[in-house]
């Protein structure tokens, strides 16, 4: 069975125009606050600052993370996923893909607001008929294991760094001088 998901990006090799690279992280503000970026939720989160609240998603990933919820719900009691819920979440992560090509420098041109053809693209084939309920309603015991293991490591890594190792870590990131 092939994969459902598939992400293509074709990368620009030759003839790039360096200006823009230049101001890159400048020029994906506005997609970083509304789809959000890579790293952008550690970053604020360990200068001690705290977070946004929006973290590497976005205002439109927080959207879609709790729509994700409800969509789980409407899945284990329903056996189907809202239309709707489905487009929405699909919309944003098409949305993502695009500005994360954008900022990742795969492309030169500036990626639109909204869905609109790119040369970064995510495509999936949508689930025709019932959901199986069993299968997705299990998916929260299968998480278990996961929170387990590494919730702890990941509080121990955040709570046992010392303040010197991460703000020179951060500086070093951010490309600040000492």
Same mark, same amino acid.
Request: no cysteine; net charge positive; aromatic share 10%.
């Given at each position: ?13 030759a ?19 509304i789809?959000?970026?890579v790293?952008?939720?550690f ?19 927080? *959207? ?7 969509s ?10 809202s ?8 919309? /944003?992560?098409?949305?993502?893909v695009?500005?994360?090509? /954008? ?6 041109? /500036? ?10 693209a ?26 387990? *293991?590494?919730?702890?490591a ?25």
């Amino acid at each position: 069975m092939a994969n459902p998901i598939s992400v293509v990006a074709e990368p620009l090799i030759a003839g790039r125009n360096r200006l823009t690279v230049a101001f890159r992280l400048l020029l994906a503000i506005p997609h970083l606050l509304i789809v959000g970026g890579v790293g952008l939720g550690f970053a604020i989160r360990s200068r001690g600052v705290g977070s946004s609240g929006f973290g590497e998603t976005g205002v439109l990933g927080v *959207v879609a993370y709790l729509l994700a919820i409800v969509s789980w719900f409407t899945i284990v009691f329903t056996a189907r996923q809202s239309a709707g819920l489905r487009q929405f979440m699909a919309f /944003y992560l098409r949305w993502r893909v695009r500005s994360l090509a /954008y900022l990742m420098l795969l492309q030169d041109a /500036y990626p639109p607001f909204g869905d609109a053809p790119y040369p970064a693209a995510l495509s999936f084939t949508d689930e025709t008929g019932p959901r199986n309920r069993l299968s997705v309603g299990f998916r929260v015991i299968l998480v278990i294991p996961h929170l387990i *293991v590494l919730g702890p490591a990941v509080f121990v890594y955040l709570r046992e760094t010392p303040a010197p190792m991460m703000s020179s870590a951060v500086r070093g990131l951010a490309g600040s001088p000492k």
